[in-house]
């Protein structure tokens, strides 16, 4: 099995090395991933190796063990820490304590006890990971959210969210049976009567309404019921049109009974039978809006949607969620994904009763989108040619849904290689900006990251990630080599004490800059000048 890594860190090499040397590491599951001899050492060795224990000194030079560890527990909450120390301090024990350190101990530090200290972390440490791994419980864990994934999977198809347009992988991963010949969406809105303090308030009423709906479809139509903000949300899978009506009938039954047994006003919106997963989204927002007309018909029954706005188109639904999902995959897919989307889409619109009209309508919106885009991402329509498409023309010019697909993905990747190829050119600029941002104010002690993330007006997390691609080292390495090299410089062209070269490449200890300068070039600073 992999042998966990722990770093040791104290001031004096020979204690270091004791520790290293008195212990059989390996054999009782450990190795030892490094050694520091200062807190800010240390810190640069835990963001490189991530250790799973860290065994330190408490006073040390420029950074204390106990400093030390609260900033490593920031990155590496995990972390398992040994505090040991020739200073009997109870002050020192409390700290330690509130560190969750797994033990305090003094110096000189006997062999027999820290290897039973280890031990007992050890164990510790592998029931932690037995815990992760233990598949029956992350089974039982997979099989008691399989409720929540199927009423997230619902309420990402109600929202219309990407994911509806990959439902079979969904139902495959999550083993959720949802596919159904046709979909049709309700959507209940409660409205309490009164404020008496002893009525259900509004979110117990919810709950006690999708008990109602579950137990009344239990043996009429199968329904997916359950409470999302203020709304309760009904997804009805129907074999054929058909079972429409019944879905209508018992939605506003329910309606009349949640009435009587809540004291409440309850009003059901329903929207139109789609045949395709896709649409959900279609009826739910039809659903919304048929309740709201509650206001001409009345209170406490089931409005139908087909009944109030009997002309609605639904193209339009489809074609504009169906345009920002593609744009999307432009901003951030690759090539291959970005046209399989676009062939699966035209698939789909073959299978439809789309018009020449509405194709017309759905390829001028396209070509909006692709200039907004463009124009959101500084691209010029020089560039692309955007600005120059006669969308009719070009419908009338093509033979096929073939011939459009194709020319769908002329277009959408152009516009895919101009942003990342400025996304690449972005993050180049990114670099360039910091390390000139660093060559301004190396000499600055409390340089950081943060003050050159607040400065580029970026995350730090994105902002080490790119820096780090870009030049090959951490900001931390790349800001030491800065200094180091204009130290040396300093050295070799002026007479002035070592002291005051430290202050001028942003060192404030005097002996830590003679530290890291030895580090660096195997020399200290005066020895560097004779």
């Not at 004096?12 to 200062?38: D, H, Q, S």
């Not at 809540?262 to 395709?276: E, K, P, Q, S, T």
């Not at 993905?409 to 990342?420: A, F, H, N």
């Not at 390390?435 to 607040?454: P, R």
């Amino acid at each position: 099995m992999d042998l966990y890594k722990v770093i040791l860190v104290d001031d004096e090499e020979e204690v270091r090395e004791a520790i290293r040397k008195r212990i059989n590491w390996e054999e009782i599951g450990f190795t030892v991933a490094g050694t520091a001899e200062n807190g800010e050492e240390a810190l640069e060795l835990a963001e490189n190796c991530e250790p799973d224990v860290v065994m330190t000194d408490i006073q040390m030079p420029f950074m204390d063990g106990l400093t030390m560890l609260r900033k490593m527990k920031e990155k590496l909450p995990d972390l398992r820490s040994v505090i040991f120390s020739g200073y009997d301090d109870f002050e020192y024990a409390k700290e330690a304590i509130r560190l969750e350190s797994e033990e305090y101990i003094l110096k000189p530090v006997d062999a027999d006890e820290l290897r039973n200290i280890f031990v007992r972390i050890r164990d510790r440490l592998d029931e932690q990971l037995k815990q992760r791994r233990n598949v029956e419980l992350l089974s039982k864990y997979y099989e008691d959210s399989r409720p929540m994934m199927k009423e997230q999977l619902i309420i990402g198809l109600l929202e219309g969210r990407e994911l509806q347009f990959d439902l079979d992988r969904y139902q495959k991963d999550f083993d959720l049976q949802i596919e159904s010949a046709f979909y049709c969406a309700g959507a209940f809105r409660i409205t309490p009567v009164s404020d008496d303090a002893e009525k259900l308030n509004k979110n117990l009423m919810a709950v006690s309404l999708k008990q109602i709906v579950t137990e009344r479809f239990k043996d009429v139509l199968p329904v997916e019921a359950f409470v999302y903000l203020d709304t309760v949300c009904v997804l009805a899978r129907l074999k054929s049109t058909q079972e429409y009506p019944a879905f209508v009938e018992e939605m506003d039954r329910i309606c009349k009974i949640a009435h009587r047994s809540l004291d409440a006003n309850v009003c059901a919106g329903i929207g139109r039978v789609y045949g395709n997963a896709e649409s959900i989204h279609t009826s739910f927002l039809e659903a919304k809006d048929a309740f709201h007309h509650r206001i001409f018909v009345g209170e406490n029954q089931a409005i139908c949607i087909s009944d109030i706005d009997p002309q609605r188109p639904i193209e339009d639904y489809v074609s504009e969620k169906q345009i920002r999902h593609i744009m999307r995959q432009v901003k951030v897919g690759t090539k291959e994904s970005l046209e399989s989307e676009i062939r699966d889409f035209v698939e789909k619109l073959k299978k439809s009763n789309i018009n020449l009209n509405q194709l017309q309508i759905f390829y001028a919106e396209f070509v909006v989108e692709l200039l907004r885009l463009s124009r959101g991402h500084s691209i010029s329509l020089a560039e692309t040619g955007f600005g120059s498409i006669n969308t009719n023309e070009e419908l009338a010019g093509f033979s096929s849904m073939d011939d459009f697909a194709d020319r769908l993905i002329e277009l959408t990747v152009t516009l895919w290689e101009k942003i990342s190829n400025g996304r690449l050119d972005s993050a180049k600029k990114l670099a360039e900006d910091a390390k000139q941002y660093i060559a301004d104010h190396y000499g600055e002690s409390k340089l950081s990251v943060d003050d050159i993330c607040s400065h580029l007006g970026v995350g730090t997390s994105y902002f080490s990630s790119v820096f780090k691609k870009e030049t090959g080292v951490s900001f931390v390495t790349y800001l030491t080599e800065i200094r180091m090299n204009e130290a040396q410089r300093l050295l070799d062209t002026t007479d002035e004490k070592s002291y005051i070269i430290a202050g001028m490449v942003g060192y404030e200890e005097p002996n830590y800059f003679s530290y890291v300068f030895k580090k660096h070039f195997g020399i200290s600073p005066s020895r560097y000048r004779k």
